[in-house]
């Protein structure tokens, strides 16, 4: 998606529709980015979307930010983990070290 994209594709929103399509076709993993990779972490709806998947999915739930394009925060810390883990994400997506800016060795434990 480009950045000046403001109407984000139906078949890409975390919607119960959606969630209901991924489990009619036996989807085993659901993965849920942070809607808009320029929105803050504060803004970002990820949390109330791993909940909804969690409500419609029976699989695994993969939730997180691959990189910060647009933002000046970090896409994850201790902070994030914990909400994204609190909301019901079984795992995280998270870059690998050293790929974007506050993924590091020190960080990454």
């Not at 000046?4 to 085993?28: V, Y």
């Not at 939730?63 to 933002?71: E, F, L, T, V």
């Amino acid at each position: 998606m480009l950045e000046t994209r403001l109407i984000i594709p139906a078949g890409r929103i975390c919607s119960k529709r959606n969630i209901k399509i991924s489990r009619s076709i036996r989807l085993r993993l659901y993965l849920l980015n942070r809607k808009s990779w320029y929105r803050s972490n504060e803004s970002s709806n990820c949390p109330k979307a791993i909940q909804k998947a969690k409500k419609y999915f029976t699989g695994v739930i993969i939730a997180g930010k691959m990189h910060g394009a647009g933002s000046k925060e970090p896409v994850m810390n201790r902070a994030i983990a914990k909400e994204l883990i609190e909301a019901g994400a079984d795992i995280l997506l998270v870059p690998a070290v050293g790929t974007v800016p506050w993924i590091h060795r020190r960080s990454a434990h």
